[in-house]
């Protein structure tokens, strides 16, 4: 356990620090525990969830043939001249949309499609993206922890319980509206002054007819349509008996074959973002070593000692420390190293109704908690990783001071919710 609590805080040192790239940080990190025989490389490959590796190559193919058509670019202006070019606006909007989209397509797939969108309008307007790159990555898992389709926790919080999709929705959505009203007040608060842009910047934006922006109308027809079978599949999972990997795949294969068939090189080297698909199997692996050793086994413990089982305290305990780890641990490994403790909690607790709460601010959580600092959440890794790639650098250390502002919000308000629902 020792081994791999250091292992554990040196590779998040070198994130933090960012002396060595994220990825070789990681992916040393999660050899460091094989070699060192904390655990077996069996275990290890197999702790990497290829269901979330392969969702992201997937909506990385999805996108990159939808950024072909130029419906970013005509989303984009669309967006800023509704806004009238004014720089706060647009990033309050882009806050709400990003928010709601998310809860139907999820954070990752919603954050591929807007941040593009962002980094164009951002381009125009001649001021830097990053503001509006981390306040949509926010808003991404505040959305997301909405429905339970919205986060990758939520989906996992799903298959372990009997709750279904308009369960999710009446107990986690209002807490999702209450946080995204209240956080236009640190928004406008922080980046009131800096968004400022020149009227002519704002005029030359006007002036565009975004309708010519689609460059191909046909291959846009085909795309949506693509698009829309892959949402309502998503939706139908368990009747279907896919996951979502398979079904991102799927469209994104199609896409490609239908559209860029012949740029096939090119994509999987400038659209296909590895450097996050490899430090995602590089944490996943690691965190598997802190499973392994029971180190999540002896958190679990200790909330049953601290609380005794008492229901509201646990709850509270729960809610708060889903979030704190979440924030330095990845939510989806550290929800599937949680669903357990809370289902041995039920059998301390014995009133499968007392239980409720525990599962509902284990979702709040790890969802919202993963805003707390940069990898937190896949949807915080993804959002960074565009950013790089188009040269715009966000640190670790830029990112969580905006982070933590929110993140506190957030537990502060789901906080009062589940007391004031639930007790």
Not at 11 to 28: F, Q, R, S
Not at 63 to 83: D, N, P, W, Y
Not at 245 to 273: C, N, Q
Not at 336 to 353: F, Q, S, W
Request: hydrophobic share 55%; charged share 10%; glycine share 6%.
């Amino acid at each position: 356990m020792l081994i791999a609590l250091a292992v554990f805080a040196l590779t998040y040192l070198l994130i933090i620090t960012e002396w060595i790239n994220k990825m070789l940080a990681a992916l040393i990190g999660g050899f460091v525990v094989i070699l060192t025989g904390v655990v077996s490389q069996q275990k290890a490959f197999l702790a990497i969830d290829w269901n979330v590796i392969f969702f992201l190559i997937g909506m990385m193919l999805v996108i990159s043939v939808l950024r072909e058509t130029g419906l970013f670019m005509f989303i984009a202006i669309k967006t800023a001249k509704l806004a009238k070019g004014n720089p706060l606006r647009i990033m309050m909007f882009m806050f709400v949309a990003t928010a709601f989209v998310s809860a139907f397509l999820g954070s990752v797939t919603t954050i591929m499609i807007l941040v593009p969108i962002v980094l164009l309008i951002a381009g125009e307007l001649k001021i830097s993206p990053a503001p509006f790159i981390i306040t949509m990555v926010i808003a991404s898992n505040v959305g997301g922890a909405a429905t339970m389709i919205g986060d990758p926790p939520n989906i996992l919080i799903g298959s372990a319980t009997d709750y279904s999709f308009t369960d999710f929705i009446v107990n986690l959505t209002p807490p999702a509206l209450m946080i995204v009203a209240t956080s236009m007040i640190p928004i406008y608060l922080l980046y009131n002054k800096q968004m400022k842009v020149s009227n002519e910047r704002r005029a030359k934006l006007m002036e565009y007819n975004e309708k010519n922006l689609i460059t191909s109308k046909k291959l846009l027809i085909i795309s949506l349509g693509v698009l829309l079978l892959m949402l309502v599949a998503f939706t139908l999972q368990e009747p279907l008996h896919l996951e979502t990997a398979t079904i991102a795949m799927a469209a994104g294969l199609s896409l490609v074959a239908i559209g860029s068939r012949k740029k096939v090189e090119k994509i999987l080297t400038t659209e296909v973002d590895w450097i996050t698909i490899f430090f995602f199997i590089g944490l996943f692996m690691i965190v598997e070593s802190l499973v392994e050793t029971g180190f999540i086994d002896l958190i679990a413990s200790s909330v049953i000692r601290i609380t005794g089982g008492e229901p509201k305290a646990t709850s509270m305990i729960i809610l708060w420390l889903s979030g704190i780890f979440s924030a330095i641990i990845d939510n989806v490994p550290f929800v599937a190293a949680m669903i357990p403790m809370i289902e041995k909690l039920a059998v301390y607790i014995g009133d499968p109704a007392k239980m409720h709460p525990l599962w509902w601010s284990l979702a709040l959580g790890t969802c919202l908690g993963g805003n707390g600092t940069l990898i937190g959440a896949s949807a915080n890794i993804v959002a960074i990783g565009i950013a790089n790639r188009n040269g715009f650098h966000i640190s670790f250390k830029d990112y969580t001071k905006i982070g933590a502002i929110f993140t506190l919000n957030s537990m502060l308000i789901s906080t009062l919710y589940i007391w004031l629902r639930y007790y």
